[in-house]
């Protein structure tokens, strides 16, 4: 029995199956990098680093690839209003993206490709749509002829009728249909451009993602994943401008996450709901707001406030509880005890579970109830009179495992010299740059980790506290 998902193209469960054996090529889209993700970004972060861990877990190599957004209308608006150029903005957010979802757990992607690193990529993808007969020039903008491509709305599952009714030509735009859209802007005053066969300008936003999954994964990958809102119009625009140019299918298998509410009402500026990670990791451990995302199926909504999060602590807290119990507990282990068998055949089991709840289309919230077994029968174990080392590793051991793969901590990991020196460079490094706030958050961190830092004329040196 291996692994099945959800197909957002076909609306079932299929069994996963990639295009090469032990290999998966999988492409999620990343934020437009014009201020702090919010909480909505974040779930897609968590989420899909969960499913790469996973089907590491299972033995695949995973190539990930993750874009940033780094010029589009919100980050050019934002370089006026703030009187600074876009490259300084979207270098700034992405360093704070890496910060903040690191410390949600994610691992990097093997790739993350800008839009304005691999600008001939998409100038080069455009310009063969036009040759194709897929896209048209108009007054120096590009757009994608939507009718001419007989798939399109399968993703979203619209006919391409209804989809008319709700389209507009906006002023100035110069279409052939009101449902074609752009693939290449036309310069406007004051904004950053580059040269292209058009003229001056800048690409739409739906063609970015094309371009870079083929230049980084080929012209048909397993998985593209990202938020519910991205699929329509965004990953549909995705598989028409990709399936028109190479013919191929461009995704195999399309995963997408429910939305985040805000004490039940959908989240955006204009309600003033509007949450940033960035804020919450200063309350909160990050690891809770890892665990509270994965406790509700991917696919479902998610309602979040403070109170649900403080609440999940407790939960959290439960397993952590036992883990550091069972820790302890080995260091006065015996292997006296006669009943080892059992009580392993009970962890395997457990393990076999957390297996097949993973293998259900990603059921993080059925899997972390085995983490609570566990660490129930954990317990139960250490309540006994004499405990087997064998048993008290093999409990720890899955533990440890299971909650790898949801990435989530459940000690306190102890700092290496290695992780320490780096953090200290990286400290000397902000306050070059007079980064002040950042080279205090460094030292608080290693305070709060028992390093203390001494800064002398020979440079900055440390020790563990006592």
């Given at each position: 029995?291996?692994?099945?998902?959800?197909?957002?193209?076909?609306?079932?469960?299929?069994?996963?199956?990639?295009?090469?054996?032990?290999?998966?090529?999988?492409?999620?889209?990343?934020p437009?990098?014009?201020?702090?993700?919010h909480?909505g970004?974040?779930?897609?972060?968590?989420?899909?680093?969960?499913?790469?861990?996973?089907?590491?877990?299972?033995?695949y190599?995973?190539?990930?690839?993750?874009?940033?957004?780094?010029?589009?209308?919100?980050?050019i608006?934002?370089?006026?209003?703030l009187?600074?150029?876009?490259?300084?903005?979207?270098?700034?957010?992405?360093?704070?993206y890496?910060?903040?979802?690191?410390?949600?757990?994610?691992?990097?992607?093997?790739?993350?490709?800008?839009?304005?690193e691999?600008?001939?990529?998409?100038?080069?993808?455009?310009?063969?749509?036009?040759?194709?007969?897929f896209?048209?020039?108009?007054?120096?903008?590009?757009?994608?002829?939507?009718?001419?491509?007989?798939?399109y709305?399968?993703?979203?599952?619209?006919?391409?009728?209804?989809?008319?009714?709700?389209?507009?030509?906006?002023?100035?735009?110069?279409?052939?249909d009101?449902?074609d859209?752009?693939?290449?802007?036309?310069?406007?005053?004051?904004?950053?451009?580059?040269?292209?066969?058009?003229?001056?300008?800048?690409?739409?936003?739906?063609?970015?993602?094309?371009?870079?999954a083929?230049?980084?994964l080929?012209?048909?990958i397993?998985?593209?994943?990202?938020?519910?809102?991205?699929?329509?119009?965004?990953?549909?625009?995705?598989?028409?401008?990709?399936?028109a140019l190479?013919?191929?299918?461009?995704?195999?298998?399309?995963?997408?996450?429910?939305?985040?509410?805000?004490?039940?009402?959908?989240?955006?500026?204009?309600?003033?709901?509007?949450?940033?990670?960035?804020?919450?990791?200063?309350?909160?451990?990050?690891?809770?707001?890892?665990?509270?995302?994965?406790?509700?199926?991917?696919?479902?909504?998610?309602?979040?406030?403070?109170?649900?999060?403080?609440?999940?602590?407790?939960?959290?807290?439960?397993?952590?509880?036992?883990y550091?119990n069972?820790?302890?507990?080995?260091e006065?282990?015996?292997?006296?005890?006669?009943?080892?068998?059992?009580?392993?055949?009970t962890?395997?089991?457990?393990?076999?579970?957390?297996?097949?709840?993973?293998?259900?289309?990603f059921?993080?919230?059925?899997?972390i109830s085995?983490?609570?077994?566990?660490?129930?029968q954990?317990?139960?174990?250490?309540?006994e009179?004499?405990?087997?080392?064998?048993?008290?590793?093999?409990?720890?051991?899955?533990?440890?495992?299971?909650?790898?793969?949801?990435?989530?901590?459940?000690?306190?990991?102890?700092?290496?010299?290695?992780?320490?020196e780096?953090?200290?460079?990286?400290?000397i490094?902000?306050?070059?740059?007079?980064?002040?706030k950042?080279?205090?958050?460094i030292?608080?961190?290693?305070?709060?980790?028992?390093?203390?830092?001494e800064d002398?004329?020979?440079?900055?040196?440390?020790?563990r506290?006592?």
């Amino acid at each position: 029995m291996g692994i099945k998902l959800y197909n957002t193209l076909t609306r079932q469960k299929e069994e996963f199956k990639p295009l090469e054996e032990n290999k998966v090529k999988m492409y999620v889209c990343g934020p437009t990098v014009y201020n702090y993700i919010h909480i909505g970004n974040a779930r897609p972060a968590i989420v899909f680093d969960t499913v790469r861990k996973y089907l590491e877990f299972r033995g695949y190599e995973v190539q990930y690839v993750s874009n940033f957004t780094d010029v589009d209308d919100k980050l050019i608006r934002a370089a006026k209003e703030l009187g600074e150029e876009v490259p300084v903005i979207a270098e700034r957010f992405i360093d704070a993206y890496h910060e903040d979802v690191s410390s949600l757990g994610c691992s990097k992607a093997t790739v993350h490709p800008r839009v304005t690193e691999n600008m001939d990529i998409i100038i080069e993808f455009i310009d063969e749509l036009v040759k194709k007969g897929f896209a048209y020039e108009s007054d120096g903008d590009v757009y994608y002829r939507t009718r001419k491509f007989d798939g399109y709305g399968k993703l979203s599952h619209q006919p391409i009728d209804d989809l008319k009714s709700g389209a507009r030509i906006e002023v100035g735009e110069k279409k052939e249909d009101p449902l074609d859209f752009a693939l290449w802007k036309n310069a406007k005053e004051d904004e950053i451009t580059w040269d292209s066969p058009w003229g001056k300008g800048r690409p739409g936003w739906h063609i970015e993602c094309s371009a870079m999954a083929r230049k980084y994964l080929g012209d048909t990958i397993d998985i593209h994943a990202g938020g519910q809102d991205l699929a329509f119009p965004h990953h549909e625009n995705e598989i028409a401008q990709s399936e028109a140019l190479t013919g191929k299918p461009f995704a195999n298998y399309w995963l997408h996450n429910g939305y985040i509410n805000i004490d039940n009402e959908k989240m955006s500026k204009s309600l003033g709901n509007f949450v940033l990670v960035h804020d919450i990791i200063k309350k909160f451990d990050p690891n809770l707001l890892r665990f509270f995302i994965l406790s509700v199926h991917y696919r479902h909504p998610i309602n979040y406030n403070e109170e649900l999060l403080e609440k999940t602590k407790n939960a959290l807290e439960r397993i952590k509880t036992a883990y550091a119990n069972l820790k302890h507990r080995v260091e006065s282990a015996s292997d006296l005890a006669d009943n080892n068998a059992q009580w392993l055949k009970t962890i395997e089991d457990l393990r076999t579970s957390f297996i097949r709840e993973m293998d259900d289309d990603f059921n993080t919230a059925n899997a972390i109830s085995i983490l609570f077994d566990l660490a129930k029968q954990a317990n139960l174990y250490l309540v006994e009179k004499n405990t087997s080392e064998e048993v008290l590793h093999a409990f720890i051991k899955v533990m440890e495992d299971l909650a790898t793969v949801l990435g989530l901590t459940l000690g306190e990991q102890e700092l290496l010299d290695e992780d320490i020196e780096r953090l200290i460079q990286e400290r000397i490094d902000a306050r070059k740059n007079r980064d002040f706030k950042r080279a205090d958050e460094i030292r608080d961190e290693l305070k709060s980790r028992d390093i203390i830092l001494e800064d002398t004329a020979q440079g900055t040196r440390w020790k563990r506290g006592s």
